[in-house]
């Protein structure tokens, strides 16, 4: 009994040492494919990475083509403001030279055949009423009865009559 033993025990431990083999071996197959999985996915992480980097390069680069794109928009509109300002201020000079006092006259007395009125068209109107601001209270027109009966007025009445007289005579 003892041979059976030994050959029970003999096919026990190569048994066990084959079955050891083969899981050691199984073990380190998957250890294998996780090194191979771990690889591949720090390969594609890694060109993810860089996919991202350039993307977001061209990004930039497109933006700041779109911005000095604008700048030199507005620069030629600031150009533009400018020219149409110019000519602006030649058009006003241009109304106003013809609109000139002179201009005007000339253009009356040549053109439209006006002349300047004869001593004896012109007709002068004298008025008794004199009429004078009230400065004083809410700068009301006062005439001659106003200026009479407010005693502040008088006052002023020299004044303010010498001023009108002036400007009416």
Same mark, same amino acid.
């Given at each position: 009994?003892?041979?059976? $033993? ?15 083999? !083969? ?5 380190? %197959? ?33 933006? !700041? ?14 150009? #533009? ?8 201020? #030649?058009?006003?000079?241009?109304? %106003? ?45 006062? %005439? $001659? ?25």
């Amino acid at each position: 009994m003892s041979t059976i $033993n030994n050959y029970a025990t003999y096919n026990y431990d190569e048994m066990m040492h084959k079955d050891i083999v !083969y899981k050691s071996k199984k073990i380190n %197959d998957k250890n294998e494919i996780k090194k191979i999985k771990a690889s591949i996915i720090n390969r594609l992480f890694a060109a993810l990475m860089i996919i991202m980097v350039f993307g977001s390069m061209a990004y930039l680069l497109i933006r !700041y083509a779109e911005i000095n794109e604008i700048k030199y928009k507005n620069f030629e509109l600031k150009q #533009e403001i400018e020219s149409i300002s110019i000519q602006v201020e #030649e058009l006003k000079y241009r109304i %106003d030279s013809t609109m000139s006092l002179n201009n005007i006259e000339n253009y009356a007395v040549n053109k439209l055949g006006m002349q300047y009125p004869q001593d004896y068209q012109i007709v002068y109107i004298e008025t008794q009423t004199k009429y004078a601001l009230n400065i004083e209270k809410s700068g009301e027109v006062l %005439d $001659n009865d106003s200026i009479a009966i407010n005693g502040s007025a008088t006052e002023e009445k020299s004044f303010v009559a010498s001023i009108i007289d002036w400007f009416w005579n």
